[in-house]
């Protein structure tokens, strides 16, 4: 398996990447996932159905028409590609990926590269104007007609005290009726207390930490916008084809979609 020089930090897209069994990480990732994964081997599932959704909610999407998507938030490259997903279902897809991660940045390189219609922002996804305002955004997404938005891992790293819901508010209020946001993001809810406690234990000094919401604080990041059934679940019973609902975890992420009216 390839592994990288450790650079000295942990970043959310090598931890998620180790997490989900990937090999784009470094040894201080590995340091920081690998005891909780001991202890917690579930935690695995957990990472994967987040991922599920995001697959699931991509082709529905696709499948309503959207051929445009901007991702916030993106991690390591993948077999399950925004971009890939949708283009299965329509090959004019579009797709621009927004992320401040610099291990993502060195890897999105070889992504883009490969396609027309598929670009990397390296910025804050919290800096609105710069995306906006990015001559991929500006070649790629066309604001008079609907866009899928995915918030793909990313609120959970910001803290309350930095307005998470002012984040993702300023850059929904850009795109137009009709568009999409589909949202994951940890929770304490229904966790196991041992794990939630390694958790708080192993990120407490990490800079790259993430924060627990509760289904109530998901919920808010949607808004006044239209939530599509099944609601606000479980990432792994997230589904409008009717798949059956993952079993229990140890702990998990709620997830959804909403439409812009």
Not at 138 to 161: C, E, H, K, M
Request: hydrophobic share 40%; aromatic share 10%; proline share 7%.
């Amino acid at each position: 398996m390839h592994m990288r020089v450790n650079p000295g930090l942990a970043t959310p897209s090598g931890v998620v990447d180790r997490v989900t069994g990937g090999s784009h990480h470094y040894a201080a990732d590995r340091a920081l996932a690998d005891p909780i994964l001991e202890a917690y081997p579930q935690v695995r599932e957990t990472a994967l159905d987040d991922l599920q959704f995001v697959g699931r909610a991509v082709v529905h999407l696709a499948q309503q028409g959207i051929d445009q998507f901007l991702i916030l938030g993106y991690r390591l490259p993948s077999e399950t590609e925004v971009h890939h997903v949708a283009q299965s279902v329509v090959p004019r897809a579009r797709v621009v990926y927004v992320s401040s991660d610099s291990v993502v940045s060195l890897q999105a390189s070889a992504l883009v590269s490969a396609s027309q219609r598929v670009a990397y922002i390296d910025s804050d996804p919290r800096n609105t104007d710069s995306i906006l305002n990015d001559p991929a955004t500006q070649s790629l997404i066309d604001f008079t007609r609907p866009v899928g938005v995915l918030f793909y891992g990313w609120l959970n790293y910001i803290a309350d005290r930095d307005d998470p819901y002012g984040a993702a508010q300023n850059l929904l209020e850009e795109v137009p009726s009709g568009s999409y946001v589909a949202i994951s993001h940890v929770t304490a809810d229904g966790i196991d207390p041992g794990l939630f406690n390694k958790i708080e234990s192993a990120y407490a000094d990490v800079p790259n930490r993430f924060y627990f919401r509760d289904h109530s604080q998901v919920t808010r990041f949607f808004a006044d916008w239209d939530i599509q059934e099944p609601g606000v679940v479980r990432c792994g019973d997230w589904s409008v084809q009717g798949q059956d609902p993952a079993p229990d975890r140890v702990m998990y992420a709620w997830c959804g979609l909403a439409r812009k009216p």
